[in-house]
């Protein structure tokens, strides 16, 4: 299982990523940056595995990272 890691020191909370996967991703702060906030994630979930990895890859600051949960 997996989650998706956000790095706080290189998110700048614009948000493409929560818009991308709402439903995994949200924002948690004033600044707008990012969390993951559901539950982890199995690879065999296609569904779920490619929105979250469309989240990951389209961070313009690869601030997203996959992580073992
Ligand atoms: S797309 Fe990247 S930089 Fe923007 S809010 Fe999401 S994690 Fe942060």
Do not use: N
Request: aromatic residues 8%; glycine residues 8%.
């Amino acid at each position: 299982m997996r989650i998706v890691a956000v790095d706080m020191d290189l998110c700048e909370g614009h948000g493409k990523c929560y818009l991308t996967a709402p439903d995994l991703l949200r924002p948690q702060d004033d600044a707008g940056r990012a969390e993951f906030f559901a539950d982890p994630i199995d690879p065999a979930d296609t569904v779920r595995f490619r929105r979250a990895d469309g989240a990951v890859l389209g961070c313009p600051e690869r601030a997203l990272s996959w992580a073992e949960a």
